[in-house]
C-alpha cells in the first residue's frame, strides 16, 4: 500500500512569513524541530518533514479509516539520505523524498510493500501546458496523467483505466475491475503527484490481453 504528499515550494503559502509562528510547535517532535533548526535550508527541511507525515497518513487512513491527521503523531526520522521511516505508535512505515528545485515529493510505504514495483510521477500545471490540462484543475489533471503514466509503465492501453473513490480513497480500475494495485494523488499550487505501487503488473501485458 502506498501514500504520496507533494509540495510546490513556489507557492506562497509555504513562505515562513506566511506560516502560524507556533507552527514548528504544533506540528513537529523535538527532534524534527532541531533538525529544521540545523538544516542548511530551514523552509525546505519543514516541508520535507511535512510531506512525509502527510503521505503516511494518506497511507495510515487506508489501513484504519477512524485516523485523525495530527501531525506531531507522525515521527519522521530521516539520516540524510532521501529514505526515511515514520513512526505511527507501534508501527513504522518506509517513506522516500523525490526532490528538485521547486518541490518535494514524499512516498510512503509499508516496509512489507517497499520491494513492490512502484510507478509514481509529478508535473507542474504551468500556463504552457496544453489548454485542456489547465481547464480541468488539479483534481481531474493529476487523474489524467496518473493514468497516462502508469499505462506507459505496465505497457497497456491508458483508455482501459479509470480512477474511482471510495469514500476519499483513489481507486484504480482496470477494464471495468479493481486493478492489482494501490494508488494515492495529491496535488499543491501547481503540482499535481502520484504514486502506484503494483501488486501484479502481469495481467496488463499486451501478452495477457
Known amino acids: 500500500m502506498v ?54 497518513y494518506k497511507l495510515v487512513k487506508k489501513l ?8 506531531r503523531r507522525f515521527l519522521v526520522r530521516f539520516d540524510g539520505s532521501p529514505w526515511g521511516q515514520v513512526q505511527v505508535g507501534a508501527r513504522r512505515f518506509g517513506v522516500q523524498l523525490i526532490e528538485r528545485a521547486r518541490e518535494v515529493h514524499a512516498i510512503a510505504m509499508r516496509l512489507e510493500d517497499l520491494a513492490l ?36 509503465a505496465v505497457g497497456a492501453r491508458a483508455g482501459e483505466f479509470s480512477i474511482v473513490r471510495e469514500g476519499r480513497i483513489p481507486k484504480l480500475v482496470w477494464r471495468d475491475r479493481p486493478a492489482p494495485a494501490d494508488l494515492s494523488l495529491s496535488h499543491h499550487g501547481e503540482l499535481v503527484a502520484f504514486a502506484c505501487s503494483l501488486k501484479d503488473p502481469a495481467p496488463w501485458s499486451p501478452a495477457k490481453s
Open 64 to 71: 484504519a479509516p477512524a485516523t485523525v491527521f495530527s501531525p
Open 3 to 56: 501514500g504520496n504528499d507533494v509540495v510546490d515550494l513556489s507557492d506562497p503559502e509555504t513562505r515562513p512569513e506566511t506560516l502560524h509562528p507556533r507552527f514548528d510547535g504544533r506540528v513537529f517532535d523535538a527532534i524534527e524541530r532541531a533538525q529544521v533548526d540545523a538544516a542548511d535550508d530551514p523552509d525546505r527541511q519543514r516541508w520535507r518533514l511535512w510531506a512525509a507525515k502527510e503521505a503516511t
Open 117 to 152: 514495483p512502484l510507478v509514481h510521477g509529478v508535473r507542474r500545471l504551468e500556463r504552457d501546458e496544453p489548454a485542456a490540462w489547465l481547464s480541468w484543475g488539479p483534481s481531474t489533471a493529476v487523474r489524467r496523467f496518473g493514468i497516462e503514466a502508469i499505462a506507459r
